[in-house]
Structure formats: C-alpha cells, structure tokens
C-alpha cells in the first residue's frame, strides 16, 4: 500500500473500539435509559438497519447487514417487504428482520407511505446508523416511504449511507440529503453521471469531478466506486486505491455500505468516549475516516476472494472475507502497516 494510504488507515484504526469487558453485548441492557422512549439501550459498538429488500431482491440487503456485522457492529437489522422478509430470515439466524415494508402490489388500502413510516420512524431511537437502498427497487411506496424516514433520521442527526435506489432519491428529491453532512453516497460510475445530471453538472473526471458533486450537494460525502474509490466531502478529498480483485460481480457494493454502516457506529461511540483515547479526530475527519475505512475493507475483501475464486467470484465469496480483510488492514501493530 502506498504511504498515503498506511497513513490513513492508522487514523482509521483510532475509531476502531477496544475490545473492553465494561462493554455491553448487543442482548445486554445499559443502565441508563433512552431518553426519547424510557427504554434501555442496547448494544455500544453500533446498532445498524439496512431498509431495503423487496420481493425479487433479497440478497442485497442481507450481504449489506451481514457484512456489518462480521465487520463488528452489535446488531445488525433489515427493514423489508413481507415477502423478502420470509426469504432472508432464511439465509441466517444472526439477523434481525422486520417485515415492515410495502410494495404497492402487496399493500392494503389503509397503508400509506405515511402509516408504514411510522412504525419504521419508531425504531430509530434504537438505533444509530441507517442504510437505505440495497434491494429496494423503484416502487412508489417503497421509495415514498424512504423518504419520509430520511426526513425523520434528519430531524435525529442520524448517520445515514444511500446507495443503488436509494440513490434514486438523492437524484428526484434532493432536498433530502442537500447540506446533511451525515450523509454518504456510494455511486458507481452510471449512478454518479446520474447524480451529475440532476445537479445539471459535467461530472468531470477524477477528483474534480467528485468534489464539484459533493459541493452541489451542500457537502454531503461521496463515495465514488471505480479502480480507485474517491471519497470527497467537497473539501477533503481521500482516494481509496488499494488493490481489489479484477471480478466485478453484483452485490459487492453491498459489502461496502455494511462496512461504512459499522465504521460510523464505531464512529458515535469514538465520539461518545466510549473508552479512553486522545480524542484528536472530529466529527467531520472520523466521516470521512469512517468511508475510506468501509473502502478499504471492502476493496481487501475483493483482492482476497478472487486470489480464492478467480473469476467465479460472489458477492457471498467477499462476505466470507470481511473479518480477515479487517484483520489484515486495521487489527496490526502501527509497525507492521
């Protein structure tokens, strides 16, 4: 790895928590209750829901929250419609899934963007990070729905990560995300032309092209997936080149925004003080810690699984790799990086 990149990743290792006894495993309870419900949290080093998976795509959301949760966080939710909710719980028992999506085929007539959001919009007291899009899909309601928890997620400063439809509405309706600097984008090269063209904007090339997005955006951070991943907040500018494998196969994006999800736990709980430590990193440096994080594992994923797979490569063969990707990267003494 270049120097650069070591660099980085030793201040990406910072937000990486202890493993300490004082801490609280996602089944035990802390003693202090939630203000907002009176409940008991649960779970320090990251609660995460991935809301998305409709009934043809349901391996999306789960490579993204299984991903998470190998990755370390706590727990590790999916949000979906009915029917993917069925198929998913099938695929792991480390999951949890709620059934609590609607697509407009399978709704009843009393189910409204507004009805369906509010039970959703009740979970997020229980959480601390959202990823909307893996598996959603272009349904009306699905993406009406989204965008009615997203305006509540905002209202809560809560970290949110968009990425394949939930792309979609950054493009249609921008005022969601315009200006939230807890926001990341994770476009590949068609969905950022798509970007650039609601924002009726060359989409330029390089590190240019990334940071005049993120400015038309009010600053949200991109995540621009190619050879190299650019990481930009229109300001600070991070370029993610480690190798990967030379297999491009659908759903290894999802492997990225479960590691970005479980980075921006790690995140709330560096800035928490959750455990002692210099507290020289802010805010705004740990996001874009937290995305060159998430890129990293991600890309060591794919360099792992295709020196195993060649070139029949799965979006599964990377979530077999996320621990010993995190290992390799993040869990060596400072020397050895």
């Known amino acids: 790895m270049s120097p650069k ?73 999916i949000i979906c419609e009915p029917l993917a909710a069925q198929v998913i719980k099938t695929y792991s028992p480390n999951l949890m899934v709620h059934p609590l999506m609607r697509q407009s085929s399978h709704a009843n007539t009393t ?4 009805t369906i959001a509010r039970t959703i919009i009740a979970m997020l007291p229980r959480l601390h990070v959202l990823v909307i899009g893996p598996g959603l899909g272009r349904d009306e309601l699905m993406q009406d729905t989204c965008a009615k928890v997203l305006e509540a997620a905002r209202e809560k400063n809560m970290p ?25 984008l994770t476009p590949n090269i068609v969905e950022f032309a798509r970007l650039c063209k609601s924002k009726g ?42 190798a990967g ?54 890309r060591e994923c794919s360099r792992l699984a295709f020196e195993k797979k060649g070139r029949s490569l799965q979006a599964s063969d990377l979530t077999e790799e996320v621990y010993v990707a995190f290992m390799n990267l993040l869990d060596e003494p400072a020397s050895k990086l």
């Open 5 to 77: 990149t070591r660099d980085i990743l030793l201040k990406v290792r910072k937000m990486v928590p202890p493993m300490l006894e004082k801490f609280h495993k996602g089944t035990l309870l802390l003693l202090l209750p939630n203000p907002q419900t009176n409940l008991p949290y649960i779970g320090q080093m990251g609660r995460i829901a991935v809301i998305g998976g409709s009934e043809d795509y349901t391996g999306a959301p789960y490579f993204s929250a299984m991903a998470s949760a190998k990755l370390g966080a706590d727990m590790s939710h």
């Open 160 to 184: 949110f990560v968009l990425d394949a439809d939930g792309l979609n509405l950054a493009q249609t309706r921008p005022e969601l995300v315009h200006g939230y600097r807890e926001c990341i």
């Open 245 to 298: 494998g030379l297999k491009r196969s659908g759903g290894q994006g999802d492997t990225l925004t479960g590691s970005l999800a479980t980075f921006l736990g790690w995140r709330k709980a560096y800035l928490d003080g959750l455990w002692e430590h210099e507290g020289d990193l802010d805010g705004v440096e740990l996001l874009a810690l937290a995305a060159f994080g998430g890129s990293a594992v991600t």
């Open 111 to 114: 189910e409204t963007a507004s």
């Open 201 to 242: 904007i060359d989409p330029g090339d390089g590190k240019a092209g990334v940071e005049t997005l993120s400015r038309a955006f009010g600053g949200v951070t991109i995540v621009q997936k190619g050879k190299s991943d650019l990481i930009s907040n229109g300001e600070r500018t991070y370029v993610s080149d480690l």
